[in-house]
Structure formats: structure tokens, C-alpha cells
Nanobody, 131 residues
């Protein structure tokens, strides 16, 4: 069992930046890890993923504005977000997959996340971007 705890969310103005963190209670070096978000009334969508070997992947809509990274020694996953827009307002979640390689695209299979390999989820951190 892996517990994930996100932090770093908050309220920022459009154009601003945030760095989200996700600390895992166990060793996730051999797991694909991902960031997802869910806006009010919307389905959860993929933001970015990172394979066990460190290969990143990004949702097309966010490519160039977000960077995913991880520190295996700290069991911590990061998401650096820049040029934030009001439409980025959402709850951001991190997740750990049972697989080493993330789904492609990162949001593939979210209608049945367990089937897609996403076994562990954090509680989420709110990001609010004002215009």
C-alpha cells in the first residue's frame, strides 16, 4: 500500500507559477507516476506522467507549460507549472501506477483508472488561477 500526499497548491494570478509536490510513503522508483486534474463539473484528465526510468510525457494541451520530475531518494514527485491560465483551475492529483511505463497518452483509460494501472491516488491539492 502506497500513500500519496500532494502539496503546493494555492491561488495565483494568470501568468504565475506553482510547483506541486507529491510525497509517497513507499518506494516508487519502479512505478510510473502521474499528475492529473479535475475541474468542477469536468472529468479527471491527465496532465503529465513519468516512467520509472524517468521518461516524461505530457498532455498536448499543457506541453510547454508544465514539467514533471521526481526525486527517487525523497520518494517525491513534482510538477512545475508556469504561464498559468484561469482554465488551469482544478484539483490536482498525483497517482502511482502498478506499471513501470505510463499509458500513452497519459490520460488514456481514466474512465477505468484501476484497469489502466493507476492503483494509488492522493487526496489532491487545489490550484486556483485568477484573471
Amino acid at each position: 500500500q502506497v500513500q500519496l500526499v500532494e502539496s503546493g497548491g494555492g491561488s495565483v494570478q494568470a501568468g504565475g507559477s506553482l510547483r506541486l509536490s507529491c510525497v509517497a510513503s513507499g518506494d516508487t522508483r519502479r512505478n510510473c507516476m502521474g499528475w492529473f486534474r479535475q475541474a468542477p463539473g469536468q472529468k479527471r484528465e491527465g496532465v503529465a506522467g513519468i516512467d520509472a526510468d524517468g521518461t516524461p510525457s505530457y498532455a498536448d494541451s499543457l506541453r510547454g507549460r508544465v514539467t514533471i520530475s521526481k526525486d527517487n531518494a525523497k520518494n517525491t514527485l513534482y510538477l512545475q507549472m508556469g504561464s498559468l491560465k484561469p482554465e488551469d483551475t482544478a484539483i490536482y492529483y498525483c497517482a502511482a501506477s502498478v506499471n513501470e511505463v505510463c499509458p500513452s497518452p497519459i490520460g488514456y483509460g481514466l474512465d477505468a483508472p484501476t484497469t489502466a494501472g493507476w492503483m494509488y491516488w492522493g487526496q489532491g491539492t487545489q490550484v486556483t488561477v485568477s484573471s
